[in-house]
């Protein structure tokens, strides 16, 4: 019944070590999202695919790719993990109409870097 | 850009009602949504309110909206040990959504 799926739910990478987290989607929604959530914060939009169209945000660090290959997968890719990138990282996904357009989010990815 | 404003903490006792509140700038905003965020866990979304409408209830929830104010609140009544989470709320003007910072709210036995 799972509709927005993340995995793994916790990861582990090293200091400079890459890593990526993967998301999947049961609803056909043409919008994928990816956040960054620490402690007690708001989740902080990293980039949003609106169909294959690519939006990053203007203070996303170039260490943070990501690539969407077809509708139902998106993937962040931290190319050179710091300690500061420790976090919850969320995926969602929505409708492209306008109104009405919920985010529907996975349970999310909790990443340490040691 | 749109600013959403929430305060940051609400302690209320069992089986009393909670009154979390959130403030928003752009009066454009088309619809606006009330997020549950548990430890460990990502955003569920509880309910949400189209911009003409002054109120919807659906149970224990109840969403007020005051356009002229660009207030919107989000009432739980008989609140429960389970609904200790933090409460996001957050305005849609076009995609994505503006999430304000988060009421975590703490239920007291």
């Known amino acids: 019944d799972a509709m927005v799926i993340q995995n793994p739910r916790y990861q582990v990478t090293q200091f400079g070590k890459p890593v990526t987290l993967s998301c999947s989607q049961t609803?056909?929604?043409?919008?994928m999202y990816w956040y960054q959530q620490k402690s007690s914060q708001a989740p902080k939009l990293l980039f949003h695919?609106?169909?294959?169209?690519?939006?990053n945000e203007a203070d996303t660090p170039d260490n943070f790719q990501s690539r969407r290959p077809n509708t139902s997968f998106c993937f962040l890719d931290i190319r050179s993990p710091g300690l500061g990138d420790a976090a919850m990282y969320l995926c969602?996904?929505?409708?492209?109409?306008?109104?009405?357009?919920?985010?529907?989010f996975g349970n999310g990815t909790r990443l340490t870097v040691t | 850009g749109e600013d959403v404003e929430q305060s940051l903490f609400l302690s209320v006792r069992e089986g009393d009602s909670s009154v979390i509140n959130c403030t928003y700038t752009?009066?454009?905003?088309?619809?606006l949504y009330w997020y549950k965020q548990e430890p460990g866990a990502g955003l569920q979304l509880l309910t949400y309110?189209?911009?003409?409408?002054d109120m919807k209830q659906d149970q224990r929830l109840t969403v007020l909206l005051n356009k002229k104010d660009k207030h919107l609140s989000l009432r739980i009544a008989d609140t429960q040990t389970g609904d200790s989470a933090i409460y996001f709320c957050a305005s849609e003007l076009g995609t994505p959504l503006v999430f304000g910072k988060g009421t975590r709210l703490s239920v007291i036995a």
């Open positions: 309110i189209f911009s003409n409408m």
């Open positions: 969602a996904t929505s409708r492209a109409d306008r109104g009405n357009s919920p985010l529907h």
């Open positions: 609803l056909n929604h043409n919008v």
């Open positions: 752009d009066s454009s905003s088309t619809y």
């Open positions: 695919y609106y169909d294959k169209d690519f939006n």
